[in-house]
């Protein structure tokens, strides 16, 4: 059993910044991924960024890339997600969920999820 709580949503004006995160407990597998996604009104969720627990590897989806950045503490189980020069369409309710199958882009390989944290960036 696994449980993911999501903090650090807000309002933002464009170009400010955020940061999400994302607190794991119970029994979580290091050798998993986690990712953020997204789901603005009337979208459909969307993949936004994943890192493995132990691996220096990340993954981002184009949007985002060089505006946010995925990091994690290990010791504190928690992944957070640094946004940057938010934009006015970044606006939508961030999710993140462990990941234990591919592929990591999409959400139904994901097996736990949070409540998801509302990001609201006003232009």
């Known amino acids: 059993q696994v449980q993911l709580v999501e903090s650090g949503g807000g309002l933002v004006q464009a170009g400010g910044s955020l940061r999400l995160s994302c607190a794991a407990s119970?029994?979580?597998?290091?050798?998993?991924?986690m990712g953020w996604f997204r789901q603005a009104p009337g979208k459909e969720r969307e993949f936004v960024a994943a890192c493995s627990w132990i691996i220096q590897t990340t993954y981002y989806t184009d949007s985002v890339k060089g505006r946010f950045i995925i990091t994690r503490d290990n010791t504190k189980k928690t992944v957070y997600l640094q946004m940057n020069s938010l934009k006015p369409e970044n606006t939508a309710v961030y999710s993140c969920?462990?990941?234990?199958?591919?592929?990591?882009?999409?959400?139904?390989?994901?097996?736990?999820w949070g409540q998801g944290t509302q990001v609201t960036v006003s232009s």
């Open positions: 969920g462990e990941h234990s199958q591919d592929p990591l882009e999409v959400s139904t390989s994901y097996d736990y």
């Open positions: 119970g029994r979580t597998d290091s050798s998993y991924i």
